[in-house]
């Protein structure tokens, strides 16, 4: 029987993971992929305090280290679901069963698929999702980055270091970006904006990407551009099917300031709660929490 269980290997769950340490609570943190979770695929993080420029796999394992040195068990497994009996949580796992008082879910969130004919089809042959992991594929080659939020326009501004030619077409002509990354990507000479224009269809020609078709919501009109590589940014949904917490309607677990869900002792943190703003720094703070109001219900269980 555990304290603590903490679901997920992010900055949330890693700052839970050595808050929990130090309060020499009973922990184990569960990551059924690579511990580092999403951010650990960014590029670059130019907005994480004490950092003013560092990649997210090296600011990750810098968590991880710290975290791994206050002595956190980490063990890579996933999780299938969660039940809760009297107090107990308890936790079914691809591997077995862990039981424990307190709960953190950390799971973060996933890409969203935008579900245009083509998208799904493509994945893997010049669709992505990830411009740090399948950039390199594309250099001197012409790309397409759909969306206007901040993962979008940091990762078009990426992909100009290494494409030829990076459009990104925008649904509108206002960016929900940070105002930062809009500038540095406006300052980009082989970067297009293609604002007020959605993406309705990737053809392929030899079984790979070779052209996304486009259309200008403004002045109304249908063209196709010849592009290698399709990256699509549109949003997150989060990983959270396997807890019965109550969520909003994006599936996003709510929480009242103190992490606490819904489940008495199950708490949650980052990305894949209901929160104003995502960001490692906001995930960091979560993590602290959370770890913090375990802390007080295991004190009283
Ligand atoms: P996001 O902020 O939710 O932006 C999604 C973008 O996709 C929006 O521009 C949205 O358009 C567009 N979109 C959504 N559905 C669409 C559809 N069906 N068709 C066409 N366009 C669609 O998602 P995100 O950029 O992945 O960011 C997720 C979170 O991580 C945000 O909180 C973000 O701030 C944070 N983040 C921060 C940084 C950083 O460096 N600070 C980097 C990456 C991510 P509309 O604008 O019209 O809704």
């Known amino acids: 029987m555990y304290d603590l269980v903490i679901i997920g ?17 009973k922990t184990i943190l569960l990551e059924k992929g690579v511990v580092g979770g999403q951010i650990a695929l960014s590029d670059i993080i130019e907005n994480y305090p004490g950092f003013s420029s560092i990649s997210g796999a090296g600011l990750m394992e810098k968590f991880e280290e710290h975290a791994r040195g206050l002595g956190l068990e980490i063990r890579l497994d996933e999780v299938i679901n969660i039940t809760v009996e009297g107090k107990e949580k308890v936790i079914r796992t691809s591997e077995g069963e862990l039981r424990a008082k307190a709960l953190i879910v950390a799971t973060g969130a996933k890409p969203r698929r935008l579900g245009v004919p083509g998208e799904k089809e493509l994945t893997g042959k010049g669709v ?56 540095k990507a406006e300052a980009t000479p082989n970067i297009e904006f293609l604002a007020s224009n959605i993406l309705k269809e990737i053809k392929a020609e030899n079984g ?27 949003g997150i949904n989060p ?4 807890v019965d917490a109550e969520k909003d309607t994006g599936g996003f677990i709510k929480t009242n300031p103190r ?43």
């Open 208 to 234: 790979v990407v070779s052209k996304a078709v486009i259309e200008n919501l403004k002045n109304p009109a249908v063209k196709e551009v010849a592009v290698d590589g399709v990256f699509i940014f549109v």
């Open 259 to 301: 992490m606490e869900t819904s489940i008495p002792g199950v708490f949650a943190a980052g990305d894949c709660r209901t929160s104003p703003l995502l960001q490692v720094a906001t995930a960091v703070g979560d993590g602290a929490i959370a770890a913090y109001m375990a802390e007080q219900y295991i004190e009283n269980y």
């Open 128 to 183: 992505s999702y990830c411009a740090t992991c399948d950039g390199p594929f594309f250099r001197q080659r012409t790309v397409m980055v759909v969306g206007g939020g901040d993962t979008a326009v940091k990762e078009a501004v990426y992909l100009s270091k290494l494409a030829s030619k990076v459009y990104i077409v925008h649904r509108r002509d206002r960016f929900r970006a940070e105002k930062m990354h809009q500038e």
């Open 9 to 25: 290997g992010g900055p949330a769950g890693l700052t839970a993971g050595i808050y929990a340490q130090r309060s020499r609570l």
């Open 239 to 242: 990983t959270t099917d396997f």
